[in-house]
């Protein structure tokens, strides 16, 4: 079985088709006002219309307060909640409120970085192992920052997993092969600049991916 692929950050139209017709098997829209790719709750419903029901629609959320994950949720119809700096006892509250599913995100960029994805064993459905940005960043994700993948060697997953993180069309086979990811996650590299995603390279991304 191929790996599968999340397009994250989308918010055209164009750009969602492209991810859909190169076969993604999850879009993403971030809910986070600093981020150059933040949608508004009428963007994201309009959006969120044109997904089938097959390919998982991701809302990424910055420790957020239940009141944004209610509008977002019943805006864009998400059936999956990516949760950034949130801690394990929060992400499981609101895995238990809302009944969605969660995928944890965890910052990596040293090996003791991976007990943190052990805390949320009980939490979570899934790990976004994702690289740690510098201290003062502004986007906790998003920036094209890459982890060394060696550090996943010999890990024990406490769950379900996808890896993100600086990917892109041409070290994404690598990824894939270097860490048996079944599901990978991209943002930045499919962009011609922040927040401007580019048709050619998501078809590109995907392909990439599915010769993996
Ligand atoms: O993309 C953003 O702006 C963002 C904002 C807040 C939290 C997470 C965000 N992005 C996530 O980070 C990963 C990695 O991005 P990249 O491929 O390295 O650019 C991305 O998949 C988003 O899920």
Known sequence: MPATAKICGLSTPETLQAALGGGASHV??????????????????????????????????VDPDDALLDAAIAAAGLNVLQLHKTTPERAAQIRQRTGQEVWAAVAI?????????????????????D??????????????????????????HPLPWALSGGLDTSNVGEAIARTGARLVDVSSGVETGPGVKDRTKIVAFLKAVAQA
């Open 109 to 129: 960029k040293t090996r003791a970085d991976l007990d943190t994805a052990r805390t949320f064993r009980d939490a979570a459905d899934r790990i976004l192992y």
């Open 28 to 61: 993403g829209f971030i809910f986070f006002p600093p981020s150059p790719r933040h949608v508004s709750f009428d963007t994201a419903a309009a959006l969120g219309t044109r997904v089938p029901a097959h390919v998982g629609k991701v809302g990424v959320f």
């Open 131 to 156: 690289a740690k940005t510098p201290e003062k960043a502004t986007l906790p994700g998003g920036m094209g920052v890459r982890f060394d993948w060696a550090l996943l060697d010999g890990f024990r």
